[in-house]
């Protein structure tokens, strides 16, 4: 199997390609616009041996793997990938923070729908045999506290101009579903955590501030809720999805772990032996959504999948990995990590 990865470089992306270079023998094609989000010192240590293939391209020896620099937009470009026998397509790539979204949304429709769209397009006109759109838990707006977890069948009420991008994305995919048989399948995630998460973030946000003894923001109260997943476990998730899933279907992921924000922020200082009078209250974000919680049931009944690491263990080996991945961290924070992909495709 060929599959076409796009927002490979991304926190999500960039851990699924770890475990499928691990775990199968598929071969990839990592599309990747490399935004400030995408980083390719997330899968440099597992494809390190890459070499220029024409602008913008640089492969692994054997050809199992290949990453491309370029735009979901870029409907030449897709289009051109996807006459490479590609078999597949999982869509990452997405402009996927709140407060940037608020700030400005312009980009977010650009990939999250119109970028959607041109997969979709492309993807049709070149047969391909299985599309996964991951989306996120935050299309189906908020929970009041007494609320059951939200289920596929829950109406789309996205708060953010983020969610409400992501939103029009997947009613794209299910139009295409609907009007062109089309074998496209929808994921919808709880808030993920682990290795190589972007930290503007929540937790990595708090890790990086807290080793360096700085001041850790909270939104409001800090009591808005969500259910967090180890991202290894989502990756887990979707590669089933890809194999079993029905088309045309939603499948919610979750991790059945239901956690305040300021719970969360509290073991972090716990883990890593730091006073709680570095938390500090901020003005919450505008339309802050209060609570999410997800209902898995569908993805482990019908596909037999569910999660299997516990909240606790997780986050003790996510600080444990920041800890002892200090200059990811650094690279981040001082920009250089913008400049990866270009030392490395000059010197090969």
Same mark, same amino acid.
């Given at each position: 199997m060929k599959i076409l990865v796009t927002g490979g470089c991304g926190f999500i992306g960039s851990n699924f390609i770890r475990m499928l270079l691990a775990e199968t023998d598929v071969s990839l094609i990592n599309l990747d616009k490399l935004t400030y989000a995408g980083n390719p010192e997330n899968i440099a240590d597992v494809v390190p041996e890459l070499e220029p293939s024409g602008e913008n391209i640089l492969h692994s020896p054997d050809r199992k793997y290949t990453f491309v620099r370029g735009d979901i937009c870029n409907r030449e470009l897709v289009a051109d990938i996807l006459s490479d026998d590609v078999d597949a397509i999982i869509n990452f790539a997405a402009e996927s923070h709140v407060d940037r979204s608020i700030m400005s949304s312009d980009e977010f429709v650009a990939t999250n729908i119109r970028g959607v769209t041109n997969l979709l397009d492309c993807a049709r006109e070149k047969n391909i045999q299985r599309f996964i759109q991951v989306s996120t838990d935050e299309v189906y707006?908020?929970? %009041?506290?007494?609320?059951?977890?939200?289920?596929?069948t829950n109406r789309l009420q996205p708060n953010s101009p983020y969610s409400a991008s992501k939103a029009a994305g997947d009613l794209i995919c299910r139009s295409y579903f609907r009007t062109h048989c089309f074998p496209? +399948? +929808?994921?919808?995630?709880?808030?993920?955590?682990?290795?190589?998460q972007f930290p503007e973030k929540l937790i990595p946000l708090m890790i990086s501030n807290a080793l360096e003894d700085s001041k850790?923001?909270?939104y409001g109260d800090?009591? %808005? +809720?969500?259910?967090w997943i180890h991202v290894g476990d989502h990756c887990r998730a979707l590669w089933t999805v890809l194999k079993k899933g029905r088309e045309g279907e939603v499948y919610n992921i979750g991790g059945n772990n239901e956690q305040y924000n300021i719970d969360i922020v509290r073991l972090i200082l716990k883990e890593l032996d730091k006073p709680e009078d570095l938390v500090e209250f901020v003005k919450d974000r505008p339309g802050h959504d209060r609570r999410y919680a997800i209902d898995s049931t569908k993805m482990m009944s019908e596909l037999g999948w569910k999660p299997e690491t516990?909240?606790?263990?997780?986050?003790?080996?996510?600080?444990?990995?920041?800890i002892e991945h200090h200059s990811w961290s650094e690279n981040i924070k001082d920009s250089s990590y913008r400049e990866y992909y270009d030392k490395q495709y000059k010197q090969r």
């Open positions: 707006g908020t929970l %009041q506290p007494d609320d059951p977890p939200f289920r596929e496209v +399948i +929808i994921t919808r995630c709880s808030n993920n955590y682990g290795p190589y850790l923001p909270v800090g009591m %808005q +809720i969500r259910d516990a909240f606790e263990n997780g986050l003790r080996d996510t600080v444990s990995w920041y």
